[in-house]
């Protein structure tokens, strides 16, 4: 990942390329609510990309249902591909996940997932987008 390019973009670009929720999200740091996102219960096999760069981020295979209402993942396709940052936003402590190609806010990771990683990406499907295999 390090011998990407960083992707930088304008606010008048990004708004141009973005839905009003996915720059919401993917911009401003905001969240869809839980169950209505296009993939919080999809099962399509496939690779979850950056809404923002079409960096592939996710795998379906790490996919699980967290009950969260967001889909969730054990794990990125590559620890490179994300960023992750303390979040102390509304006196809450998190760890907020970013895609480190573009910098766009996919989510949190917290400790409380499933084997084998024991974490759970919580990403909001308005900041991916998946394309999907056989």
């Not at 998190?94 to 084997?115: I, K, Q």
Request: glycine residues 8%; hydrophobic residues 25%; negative net charge.
């Amino acid at each position: 990942m390090s011998n990407k390019q960083k992707i930088i973009k304008t606010e008048v670009e990004w708004r141009e390329q973005l839905t009003p929720m996915q720059y919401h999200v993917a911009r401003e740091k905001g969240t869809e609510r839980a169950f209505t996102g296009e993939y919080w219960d999809s099962k399509e096999p496939g690779i979850y990309r950056c809404i923002g760069c079409g960096e592939p981020l996710f795998n379906s295979t790490s996919k699980f249902d967290s009950g969260c209402g967001w889909p969730s993942f054990t794990a990125p396709l590559e620890a490179e591909a994300v960023t992750e940052i303390d979040d102390n936003t509304n006196n809450i402590h998190r760890t907020e996940v970013t895609c480190s190609r573009c910098g766009s806010h996919l989510g949190h990771v917290f400790p409380d997932g499933p084997a084998p990683t024991g974490l759970r990406y919580c990403i909001n499907s308005a900041s991916v987008d998946l394309t999907k295999t056989k």
